[in-house]
């Protein structure tokens, strides 16, 4: 199984027939801003190497190890999934489009391989024989009132959420069902301690707790921080009696 660190070495970003030589410097610090490296652009034309550097900042090693192809299925070949990127419907286009959120998800559940995600000319975009040499589509839900988006905001955005959604020490992972469960009961087991109970509350109040650190989503280390909080107030309500400014607080 290949972990979700690795994912993002397998993303290969094409650029079909760039006009712009900023644009290219600027998609390359969009790529190594999320920890993409593998670029290719279709077509020969030269472009100013200058204005390149100049845009990608410290990212020009990028466009220095990029391949160069002379068609879109020399660029795709030997690779196990492709995306367009297109905010364009129609007859003869993708029946779906993914949104970044999804693409990222589906990437997830692929094996080893270059995955690539093929951007289209500044001006227009993909073709209809570009966008039908890819696996499938992604498009960017932008303003309907203004939807075009330059070509490296719109890497830098697919990029960022193929990050968010691909490497494992950025995703959120709350405690599983049974650790919840613990957490409440060595809560209530320490209230338990103390005659915090009254009558049959037991059960409403472990209810309480529970729906409370569900909803809030812990990680595993703050369930075993309040896990060590509340098993420290049997000890200390044994160890003096509670004045008055445990009650009020300070006069």
Not at 16 to 29: F, H
Not at 72 to 82: C, D, M, N, Y
Not at 117 to 128: K, N, Q
Not at 165 to 184: F, N, T
């Amino acid at each position: 199984m290949i972990s979700k660190e690795k994912k993002l070495e397998q993303i290969q970003i094409i650029l079909v027939e760039p006009t712009e030589a900023g644009n290219i410097g600027s998609v390359c610090r969009a790529m190594k801003n999320m920890g993409c490296t593998r670029l290719c652009i279709i077509g020969d034309r030269e472009y100013d190497l200058q204005r390149i550097r100049t845009m990608a900042v410290h990212a020009f090693d990028i466009y220095e190890e990029h391949r160069r192809c002379a068609t879109l299925e020399e660029a795709l070949a030997g690779g196990i999934f492709s995306v367009g990127a297109t905010r364009r419907r129609g007859k003869f286009r993708k029946y779906f489009s993914f949104l970044p959120e999804q693409l990222a998800q589906h990437i997830s559940t692929l094996g080893g391989g270059t995955i690539s995600v093929v951007f289209g000319r500044e001006a227009d975009g993909l073709t209809v024989e570009e966008l039908n040499c890819c696996d499938a589509a992604v498009r960017i839900p932008t303003s309907e009132s203004f939807p075009s988006m330059n070509l490296s905001q719109a890497v830098q955005v697919i990029t960022y959420t193929l990050r968010r959604g691909l490497v494992s020490s950025l995703a959120y992972q709350p405690i599983q069902r049974e650790e919840l469960d613990l957490l409440v009961t060595h809560i209530m087991d320490s209230f338990g301690q103390i005659g915090f109970f009254k009558l049959d509350e037991r059960e409403e109040v472990h209810r309480f707790y529970r729906d409370i650190f569900a909803r809030s989503g812990l990680t595993k280390r703050e369930a075993q921080r309040l896990e060590k909080m509340f098993k420290k107030i049997p000890n200390l309500t044994q160890r003096r009696e509670p004045t008055q400014e445990d009650y009020h607080g300070p006069a």
